[in-house]
Nanobody, 120 residues
Framework: QVQLVESGGGLVHVGDSLSLSCTAS????????MGWFRQAPGKRREFVAG????????NYGDSVQGRFIISRDNARNTISMQMNSVRPADTARYYC?????????????WGQGTLVTVSS
């Protein structure tokens, strides 16, 4: 069992930057592939970004490519996502997940989600 706890999120304005973090725990010594999905009201869940446990494989969804940056700190079992140049379309609840690093994967573990609202 893996527990994922997100932090960050909140209300920002168009063009601002925001950072989300997620810490994994539960399986001592495990190496976690992790990532982010998001879901806006009335819309389907969307893959945002994923990073392998060693940081060697990173993928982004098309809508955030070039604006969001995912990174990790394995000493703390934590991933972070820097969200730059945010847009109203980025408004969604963001969920940390494991063990997916791309959109083809169906996550096994989920965090509780953190809300990001982009105001125009």
């Amino acid at each position: 069992q893996v527990q994922l706890v997100e932090s960050g999120g909140g209300l920002v304005h168009v063009g601002d930057s925001l950072s989300l973090s997620c810490t994994a725990s539960g399986q001592a010594g495990s190496r976690y592939n992790m990532g982010w999905f998001r879901q806006a009201p009335g819309k389907r869940r969307e893959f945002v970004a994923g990073i392998s446990w060693d940081g060697q494989k990173i993928n982004y969804g098309d809508s955030v490519q070039g604006r969001f940056i995912i990174s990790r700190d394995n000493a703390r079992n934590t991933i972070s996502m820097q969200m730059n140049s945010v847009r109203p379309a980025d408004t969604a609840r963001y969920y940390c997940e494991s063990p997916c690093v791309d959109s083809r994967c169906d996550p096994t573990y989920w965090g509780q989600g953190t809300l990001v609202t982009v105001s125009s």
